[in-house]
């Protein structure tokens, strides 16, 4: 039986929060060189990926609100997926191999109570003029690229679709799923209604990597490892941590809650529920093998 790695990719690192594409190629390029590499080394991979600058645009088009921010989730997604889809079957067809894309609608079911709903979190679309921040009615909160809209983002619960992804991965599909962490659905009055959040890509994807059994979750994202001091003069790559490290460190405020803070936590999940022979890996787009290896980015190890 094959290996299998989800491979969660930020939507900064397509697109900046600004404005520019400048480098998506050159990033794109690199996700897919990832992916062969562990294509190659026999691993079945599932794509999961970010969505908050995409989103965030397509919201701020919509004056008239005509759709919900669920919908924009689920419009996020097939052009994400589409995009990964036809650039990886490209090259996997020039390269003679076996496998075949599968771009799936995903949806997740988070609680309508969430405490999210209460708090918005999560950042979506460019950074704001100082005009925009004054006047727009909005939440607005502070990031690492400036200030950005933020809204809810619950803790997903289920996701729908779990079954098919695993039988897709089965048929040898690459999956590109789960984009924007999911379209985001409650159970209200007994039936699934779509809800105005989006949910952390990483918690949908460490969630994911548990429902298949995975034996790696691998964030790939704009910092190249997990860092100490972060932006600081005395900002140190932490290699390897465990579990009881990696949230002491957040605890002492380390990770910032909509950057690299859920992305801590979701690694941390993920190596406590699947123990120590799981590969829980933050790394930049092109370093999955050297990742693996533990010569770069960071890996967080559950205690054996």
Not at 67 to 83: F, N, P, R, S, Y
Request: proline share 6%; with cysteine; net charge negative.
């Amino acid at each position: 039986m094959r290996k299998i790695a989800v491979y969660a990719l930020g939507g900064n690192a397509l697109q900046s929060p600004g404005n520019e594409r400048s480098d998506a190629t050159e990033v794109l390029a690199r996700v897919m060189s990832d992916v062969i590499d562990l294509l190659e080394m026999d691993w079945s991979v599932v794509i999961t990926h970010g969505n908050g600058p995409q989103v965030g645009h397509l919201l701020a088009m919509d004056k008239q609100q005509t759709q919900g921010l669920d919908a924009w989730v689920a419009a996020t997604q097939g052009m994400i997926g589409h995009e990964l889809s036809m650039n990886l079957q490209a090259i996997l067809e020039r390269r003679r191999r076996p496998e075949r894309t599968a771009v799936l609608l995903t949806r997740v079911e988070v609680d309508k109570d969430d405490e999210g709903f209460a708090w918005p979190t999560k950042p979506i679309g460019p950074v704001l003029p100082s005009q925009t921040v004054m006047t727009a009615d909005w939440d607005i909160a502070e990031t690492v690229h400036g200030p950005r809209r933020v809204v809810a983002s619950p803790i997903p619960i289920r996701i729908m679709e779990l079954d098919v992804i695993q039988h897709l991965v089965h048929l040898n599909a690459v999956v590109i799923c789960g984009g924007g962490g999911g379209v985001p659905t409650a159970r209200l009055d007994k039936h699934l209604q779509g809800m105005p959040a989006v949910v952390d890509k990483d918690h949908f994807s460490s969630l994911l990597a548990r429902g298949l059994e995975a034996h790696a979750l691998i964030i790939s994202t704009e910092a190249d490892a997990i860092y100490r001091n972060f932006g600081t003069e005395n900002a140190e790559a932490i290699r390897r941590l465990t579990v009881t490290e990696a949230r002491d460190l957040d605890e002492a405020g380390e990770f910032p809650k909509g950057s690299m803070g859920p992305k801590v936590e979701a690694l941390c999940q993920f190596a406590e529920q699947s123990g120590p022979t799981a590969a829980s890996i933050l790394c930049s787009p092109g370093d999955v093998l050297l990742a693996l290896r533990g010569e770069r980015g960071t890996t967080i190890s559950s205690p054996s």
